[in-house]
């Protein structure tokens, strides 16, 4: 059996978050969360995620600084 693609979303809206965490495993995927942009941030650069799901306007870091994470 092929393992679930990872998707990491970084969202400080709970109820979005939690909208779009229910249909994302319910298609079988593997879902974190982070509402915190820089923990998410420190997610993302270790790296194995498949997708991103991010809240443009987080207070707490911009999107320049995750465009600057290379795919990995």
């Known amino acids: 059996m092929d393992q679930p693609k990872r ?3 970084v969202e400080d809206d ?3 978050a939690d909208v ?3 249909h994302l495993r319910d298609e ?3 879902v974190v969360h982070f ?3 820089a923990e998410g ?3 993302l650069e270790q790296g194995g ?7 443009l306007m987080l207070p707490v870091s ?3 600084k995750y465009a600057a994470v290379p795919a990995r």
């Open 62 to 64: 911009t999107a320049l």
């Open 41 to 43: 941030l420190r997610l």
């Open 14 to 16: 709970m109820h979005i």
């Open 7 to 9: 998707i990491l979303i």
């Open 28 to 30: 079988r995927y593997q």
């Open 49 to 55: 995620w498949d997708a991103l799901i991010l809240d």
């Open 35 to 37: 509402a915190d942009g």
């Open 20 to 22: 779009l965490s229910l």
